[in-house]
């Protein structure tokens, strides 16, 4: 097998980076592919809860790295996706306790066994983000359609030119279409021309997103949720298929719900 | 769907979303070149100083710009020469 390594990234924290991954994670097994989500922010363990998986972690990301246990012993199978994987955080070791070369090791040996593996990266521009790209077939750079997001993911995009992992594909997340409408937020199209990257997902806010997270159970799992039928047409992209840009505008904003109620829709 | 109403309460030049736009395309031009207006100011006034000492130039009608294509920035400078004329 010949897996394919995706960063998942974005500069400012917060953003939506590990909810992106959990998503793709799940979105991608579904299909059948084996994956594997590496959590590679040391110290700030995160993506176990939002997948779900908290209670089953034996080891982690630095005990697989500095030979404590196999790696096998470090992925975590999910619950509902048997091609599913995580390999967690350490929680009380710092980002140093892992180097660029050691996740490029690690990943070059899950790519003889997995489709895909999925890096969750810290926020910042220091080691941590180091670590992520290192080992990166493929860039995901994640944003919100806000403005020291949208600076802070132009830096990152510069970086991940400059060491050649580019070009980056863009992420925005938590699109208000309302609030776009009425000019009082970026649109997709306004964050695109700024950075001048290819874009490969467009998420709108959705409080479906926190529900989910809050029960363990990714927003991808739900097919009623516009964010999760988001993340879902990411992961088609991402396996080449060409997928329509989902009509943001439907089943939202004041005025469109108006309409439908006048005219009988539901 | 596009209403009467939502047009007088739509999109205008002056959305908050377009002055967001105005500001982050100047802050990203100066993060990514690392230039900031003061150096711009100050490179103009070092070029003008520079090209004067070969041939005379209107330096009130002299430009520097950065312009951006994609993610490529290209330094773009209007230097309009003084015809020998007006020499004495
Ligand atoms: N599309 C969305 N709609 C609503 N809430 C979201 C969306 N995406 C992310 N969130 C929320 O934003 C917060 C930060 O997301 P997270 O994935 O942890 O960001 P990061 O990993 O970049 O720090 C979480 O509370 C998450 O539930
Ligand atoms: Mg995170």
């Not at chain 1, 799940?26 to 908290?54: F, H, P, Q, W, Y």
């Not at chain 2, 773009?76 to 007006?86: E, H």
Request: hydrophobic share 40%; glycine share 8%.
């Amino acid at each position: 097998m010949n897996g394919k390594v995706v960063t998942i990234t974005s500069g400012k924290g917060g953003v939506g980076k590990t909810t992106t991954t959990a998503n793709l994670g799940i979105a991608l097994a579904s299909t059948g592919d084996k994956v594997v989500c590496i959590d590679s922010d040391i110290g700030l363990r995160n993506l176990d809860v939002v997948m779900g998986l908290e209670n089953r972690i034996v080891y982690d990301l630095v005990d697989a790295i500095e030979g404590r246990c196999r790696t096998s012993q470090a992925m975590i199978r999910d619950k509902q996706f048997e091609t599913l994987f995580l390999i967690p955080a350490a929680q009380t070791r710092d980002k140093n306790a892992v180097s660029p070369s050691d996740m490029v090791r690690l990943c070059d040996a899950l790519r003889e066994e997995l489709d895909w593996i999925l890096i969750d990266s810290p926020a910042g521009i220091e080691r941590g983000f180091r670590n992520a790209l290192a080992p990166s077939d493929e860039v995901l750079v994640v944003t919100n359609p806000e403005v020291s997001a949208v600076r802070d993911a132009d830096r990152i995009i510069g970086l991940v030119e400059a060491e050649e992992k580019g070009p980056a594909k863009l992420i925005i997340n938590r699109i208000n279409p309302g609030m776009v409408k009425r000019g009082d937020m970026l649109s997709a199209d306004d964050v695109v021309e700024l950075l001048a990257v290819k874009l490969i997902g467009i998420v709108p806010e959705d409080e479906a997103v926190l529900v989910s997270t809050n029960h363990g159970s990714p927003v991808v799992l739900n097919e009623k949720s516009r964010a999760g039928q988001a993340f879902a047409d990411i992961a088609k992209r991402l396996k080449g298929e060409t997928v329509p840009w989902m009509d943001l505008d439907e089943k939202d904003g004041f005025f469109n719900r108006i309409g439908k109620m006048i005219s009988g829709g539901s | 769907m596009t209403s009467f109403l939502e047009k007088v309460a739509g999109k205008n030049r002056t959305s908050s979303a377009n002055r967001a736009k105005e500001r982050l395309h100047l802050v990203l031009v100066h993060d990514r070149t690392d230039l900031s207006p003061e150096d711009l100011r100050s490179l103009k006034d070092r070029l003008i100083a520079v090209i004067s000492d070969y041939v005379q130039i209107d330096a009130g009608q002299t430009e520097i710009q950065i312009e951006t294509d994609g993610r490529e920035q290209t330094l773009i400078a209007n230097i309009p020469l003084k015809s020998p004329r007006s020499r004495h």
